[in-house]
């Protein structure tokens, strides 16, 4: 299944920045190989039955400890 999952995201990779490097938009390149790396990542541990936490525990904790807020 990881191998399919590589396969997808190469093509999405080639596809998807083939224009903007006819462009030569190299900042929207980048861009965009940033956030597919970071799709990627995420996609990949879930096939790979890693347990991803919830950002919205993330979020609870930042505005709890760090903003002083109280959301019970």
């Given at each position: 299944?990881?191998?399919?999952?590589?396969?997808?995201?190469?093509?999405?990779?080639?596809?998807?920045?083939?224009?903007?490097?006819?462009?030569?938009?190299?900042?929207?390149?980048?861009?965009?190989?940033?956030?597919?790396?970071?799709?990627?990542?995420?996609?990949?541990?879930?096939?790979?039955?890693?347990?991803?936490?919830?950002?919205?525990?993330?979020?609870?904790?930042?505005?709890?400890k760090?903003?002083?807020?109280?959301?019970?």
């Amino acid at each position: 299944m990881i191998f399919f999952v590589i396969a997808v995201f190469i093509g999405i990779g080639f596809l998807g920045s083939r224009n903007l490097i006819k462009k030569k938009s190299w900042r929207e390149v980048a861009v965009f190989f940033i956030l597919l790396s970071f799709g990627f990542t995420l996609i990949a541990l879930q096939t790979l039955d890693v347990k991803i936490p919830s950002p919205g525990e993330g979020i609870r904790t930042f505005f709890e400890k760090v903003l002083y807020l109280s959301y019970k």
